[in-house]
């Protein structure tokens, strides 16, 4: 078996088509990570614009040295301060005097904005800061009233809105507070990671309808371990390259993040990001947590492929089927009166790979008197698509008939 399961590997790797494959989708790694690092800006004055690694650094030490954690104490002094420069002016403050701590008024404009409304830099102004500015009252205020708004799809059931309730309220507060810039980088990096299904697509297309198009798939199935070892290890060896090449591109792209940027921010809550978001983990935790989630739609890419190769004689059709099903799912929209259809809508992979937007949702699935969050559905959802059509696959092969 394990003689089978290397030669099936190899076949997959020294495939002249997907090292062409392998290599572009290491090189768009490293071309995407140097190009998140070298877009970072920061403007001081008129003159003088910073760009890539100094703009990175001049921003974390200015966010850094502004406190520890964001207690209500220094909320409202930092805002009170920022309202009484912009009276005294009498007009628009100078946006050089606010950007290097512009990512912690955007957050408190955003926490104090409405939960369905984008915010703005006029906000800040309105918000009253007498005789404190309640910052963590006014996040449990906008969760409460999103979760007993009047929506046309359905609203929240009492179970639900106790189980959001109850997660949100147990995350810790006062939050710590820092630089976020180098763990958002690395973040991006890892979304960015979702384009290397399209290489998962091209290598994996071939495994079984590959040995159709070479004719030796009458060899295969006649032969003493054709219908059982042999589909065994394509099997295995496909989810061994899925494994392996992400793991190769994580690597890369956290790797160059880390060696030039460092891990400093790595403890920070993923409330500075948006404060509604319920769950309690760190900006480390958040970003592992992204990985596995690529990971597991990498894995079920790999299932479905190997069960459309089994069923399909032309690897092209597995090609074009695997991107209209993962990568199309993009065009599918919610529906202002179907809740049933927006709950779906929400599982399709292309809603699924950046974790800064699932986790600030507030979908769930209730199931037999239980509320099964979006981030849970999600593992369950996918690891039986995995599971599924990993057995289809082995099934549909084995069953095919040579000449038909």
């Known amino acids: 078996m394990n003689h089978l399961l290397k030669y099936e590997w190899k076949k997959i790797v020294c495939r002249r088509v997907n090292l062409i494959a392998m290599a572009l989708g290491l090189l768009l790694i490293v071309i995407s990570n140097i190009a998140l690092i070298r877009n970072s800006s920061l403007s001081l004055n008129e003159k003088t614009h910073l760009t890539g690694l100094e703009a990175i650094r001049v921003q974390t030490e200015a966010e850094n040295a502004l406190t520890p954690e964001l207690d209500e104490e220094f909320l409202t002094a930092f ?181 030039i940027l460092g891990v400093e921010g790595w403890n920070l809550p993923v409330q500075l990001w948006n404060t509604i978001i319920p769950y309690q983990l760190n900006a480390a935790q958040a970003c592992g947590l992204n990985l596995l989630a690529i990971l597991l739609l990498s894995a079920s890419l790999t299932a479905v492929s190997l069960l459309l190769s089994a069923s399909c004689k032309s690897q092209i059709a597995v090609l074009a089927i695997d991107i209209a099903l993962f990568f199309g799912s993009v065009f599918l929209q919610s529906s202002k009166g179907s809740g049933l259809w927006n709950h779906i809508v929400c599982l399709v992979p292309m809603h699924l790979f950046d974790l800064r937007t699932v986790l600030k949702t507030y979908i769930d699935y209730p199931l037999a008197g239980t509320v099964i969050s979006y981030l849970g559905m999600i593992w369950i959802v996918y690891s039986l698509v995995t599971v599924v059509c990993t057995c289809g696959a082995g099934r549909v092969f084995r069953k095919y008939q040579v000449g038909k």
């Open 79 to 259: 805002l009170r301060a920022y309202q009484q420069t912009l009276q005294a002016e009498a007009t628009d403050l100078n946006y050089y005097q606010i950007a290097p701590k512009s990512n912690l008024y955007a957050l408190i404009a955003a926490n104090f904005s409405d939960w369905n409304t984008d915010w703005s830099w006029e906000d800040l102004a309105e918000i009253d800061t007498e005789p404190g500015l309640g910052f963590y009252e006014r996040r449990m205020e906008k969760i409460d009233t999103l979760l007993h708004a009047d929506y046309s799809f359905g609203n929240y059931t009492q179970a639900e809105q106790t189980y959001w309730m109850q997660k949100a309220q147990a995350v810790p507060t006062p939050f710590v507070w820092g630089s976020r810039e180098t763990w958002n980088l690395i973040w991006e990096s890892i979304c960015s990671l979702i384009f290397q299904l399209f290489v998962l697509s091209i290598c994996l297309a071939p495994v079984f309808s590959g040995e159709v198009s070479y004719r030796t798939d009458a060899l295969i199935l006649s032969s003493k371990h054709g219908r059982k070892k042999l589909i065994h290890a394509k099997i295995a060896a496909a989810f061994l390259f899925t494994l392996s090449y992400l793991a190769l591109c994580a690597l890369i792209a956290v790797g160059m993040n880390v060696c």
